[in-house]
Nanobody
Framework: DVQLQASGGGLVQAGGSLRLACSAS????????IGWFRQAPGKEREGVYC????????YVAESVKGRFTISTDDAKSTVFLQMNSLKFEDTAVYYC??????????????????????WGRGTQVTVSS
């Protein structure tokens, strides 16, 4: 069974940094699409940083390009989202999600949250202005 657990959220001042972690048990990162999504109050869930390591497909939201990066620790089955130069508008609940790589329609301009079948509980990120 796939189990995801996100952590690392918190309160940070604008311009600061946070690193989110997603512990992904039962997941081989070579076989899955990995995604970080976020949802702010009153808004739809949106893709932040998603990738398919098997074929290199990557989606990065325009609003976070140059500020957020993703990395993995395969030995610990953990995916990290490093968030730098945080802005007030980054405030949201952040979720990690996975799905078998071939089930996900993802490219540099498009990702769909509904393609991902396994989700972790979110972690709140609050950026004070």
């Amino acid at each position: 069974d796939v189990q995801l657990q996100a952590s690392g959220g918190g309160l940070v001042q604008a311009g600061g940094s946070l690193r989110l972690a997603c512990s992904a048990s039962g997941v081989n990162f070579d076989d899955y699409a990995i995604g970080w999504f976020r949802q702010a109050p009153g808004k739809e869930r949106e893709g932040v940083y998603c990738f398919v390591r098997r074929d290199g497909r990557t989606y990065v939201a325009e609003s976070v390009k140059g500020r957020f990066t993703i990395s993995t620790d395969d030995a610990k089955s953990t995916v990290f989202l490093q968030m730098n130069s945080l802005k007030f508008e980054d405030t949201a609940v952040y979720y990690c999600a996975v799905e078998e790589w071939y089930r996900v329609a993802l490219n540099s301009a498009f990702v769909r949250a509904g393609d991902f079948g396994s989700w972790g509980r979110g972690t709140q990120v609050t950026v004070s202005s």
